[in-house]
């Protein structure tokens, strides 16, 4: 198993929800109501979560003459009426460029759902956390928006690489962190949670560094 040598040089990614307005949707319980035929970009566990939220199931999206799982080239022939995932960024990277894209080519409206679905898509993804989506983020977040966020970047290394290599290439990236804002996408860098794994073994080489450098006490337990 490879182990992590450095984690969090981190990157805010947010779980937002958007549809065309000139769908006129602007709740997901408008969808019921009217057994709209809508087309999504999106459909993961997340999204399931959120239509059985508004008691929709797939064969009512099937029923309706909807469409669940819309593809990239789908969605720029403006052949979508919903984009929801947890990759929302303004950066141009191939997994986030897309909501870049559409909000650029087409107009949308930011949805924000309620704070129980919001508890009950966080308890999927245990490592997001509730979030305020700032105005101008993207072309039409034109408002502040409650919503689940997550961040967090791993450099990993094999499980036999140097103790002492470990160490050092943690400490170069702590004292040269500054860097990192200069990347495509931006990268902040937090010496207190630096260290933190998500489940995933510490190299004890970076661990030994984090030590001496007071991010992590050495009774902490991983």
Known sequence: MGKIIILTMKISLAKLVAAKKESGINDFAYIKQQHLPVRIIGADGN??????????????????????????????KSDFDILADFLASPSMNPESSLWTTLSQKFDLYFLELPEDLLKLIAQQNVDSEFIEVHQSLLRGVNRRIKILGRSGEAV???????????????????????????????????PKTVWENFGVPLHPGAEKYYQEAGYMKRSHKL
């Open 47 to 76: 999204m399931m979560t959120i239509l059985k939220y508004y008691g929709i199931t797939a064969d009512d999206m099937k029923e309706w003459g909807g469409k669940l799982g819309v593809s990239t080239e789908e969605a720029l």
């Open 156 to 190: 990993f290394a094999r499980d036999d690489t140097p103790e002492q290599a470990a160490y050092d290439l943690a400490k170069s990236i702590d004292e040269y962190h500054g860097a990192l804002k200069w990347f495509i996408r931006v990268y902040t860098y937090v």
